[in-house]
């Protein structure tokens, strides 16, 4: 049976194995998806070891994504401007080798265009953060033609490296792209998303009010309990919060789709989730 995993450190929180065991169900498909776990000094041998014992792909989570997108020999044009990959397919050599992807900008775009009806093009995008997340969805929220994208970021240096990478993209599509201190990003934003670890460290949100605009879209890539200070913080100043939830199941759908060649539904797997996740403790 052809297996797949989802490598990190940590990992044992990932709700990949139960989303990809939903897709295989939806779509006819025979395979297993688990979990696994690499010492943060190990991951090239944790990857190289499952691919040698027959695995035919894996994702890849924190804080590994850098590392993955350096072991493959081909690698998605979205995979190489974000330098970092979560999707890794496992190819013969006689195929062009192993091959790299990053799906969460596709998953992000979609969640916001699709599951929450919020149009990008010619909108105002405030991106918090430089780093890995940052970094992985950029490229395709670029490709959604938005009428400017700002990265706000506390270290100049991180956002001015990203969007150097990404300047002969936003040319090709008319977008606008700027770069921001933290605390002085500008004001009123049609979507503002939270790429940095901030809910999870329970840090608050690092921007202030004033870049939501009334109805304004307010995206954490965080879900569960360490969104729920972000989504309070955008009722309290007028906008629609959204946690990371329906990014997490659209990307596994595009790595679904580069594994097994069929994209699966994912309204059904992301409503059964999201009751998960929001039923009371």
């Known amino acids: 049976m052809d297996r797949y995993v989802v490598i990190g450190h940590p990992v044992e929180h990932s709700r990949s194995p139960a989303i990809h065991a939903r897709f295989?169900?939806?779509?006819?498909?025979?395979?297993?998806?688990?979990?696994?776990?690499?010492?943060?000094?190990?991951?090239?041998?944790?990857?190289?070891?499952?691919?040698?014992?027959?695995?035919?792909?894996?994702?890849?989570?924190?804080?590994?994504?850098?590392?993955?997108?350096?072991?493959?020999?081909?690698?998605?044009?979205?995979?190489?401007?974000?330098?970092?990959?979560?999707?890794?397919?496992?190819?013969?050599?006689?195929?062009?080798?192993?091959?790299?992807?990053?799906?969460?900008?596709?998953?992000?775009?979609?969640?916001?265009?699709?599951?929450?009806?919020?149009?990008?093009?010619?909108?105002?995008v405030l991106l918090i953060g430089a780093g890995g997340a940052a970094a992985g969805v950029l490229g395709p929220l670029i490709e959604a033609r938005p009428a400017g994208i700002v990265i706000a970021n506390r270290t100049a240096q991180k956002a001015e490296a990203l969007a150097l990478r990404h300047a002969a993209l936003a040319r090709e599509h008319g977008v606008a792209l700027q770069i921001a201190p933290l605390e002085a990003p500008g004001e009123a934003f049609d979507v503002v998303i939270n790429g940095t670890a901030s809910s999870l460290s329970g840090a608050g949100v690092p921007v202030p009010a004033e870049v939501l605009r009334p109805g304004a879209l307010a995206l954490d890539m965080m879900y569960g309990a360490g969104a729920r200070g972000f989504l309070a913080w955008a009722a309290e100043h007028g906008a629609t919060g959204r946690d990371g939830l329906g990014m997490l199941v659209e990307q596994a759908a595009e790595a679904f789709l580069a594994w097994r060649g069929v994209r699966p539904d994912t309204a059904p797997v992301l409503a059964e989730l999201r009751a998960l996740v929001d039923a009371p403790r």
Do not use: H, M, S
């Open 24 to 124: 295989a169900a939806l779509t006819g498909q025979t395979l297993v998806y688990e979990r696994l776990l690499a010492p943060l000094d190990g991951f090239t041998a944790t990857v190289q070891d499952f691919a040698a014992a027959g695995g035919r792909g894996c994702n890849i989570t924190v804080p590994f994504k850098f590392e993955a997108w350096q072991l493959a020999a081909r690698r998605t044009p979205r995979a190489e401007l974000a330098q970092a990959a979560n999707t890794l397919r496992f190819d013969a050599e006689a195929d062009g080798g192993w091959w790299c992807d990053n799906t969460d900008g596709a998953g992000l775009v979609r969640d916001i265009t699709v599951n929450a009806g919020v149009a990008l093009a010619g909108r105002r």
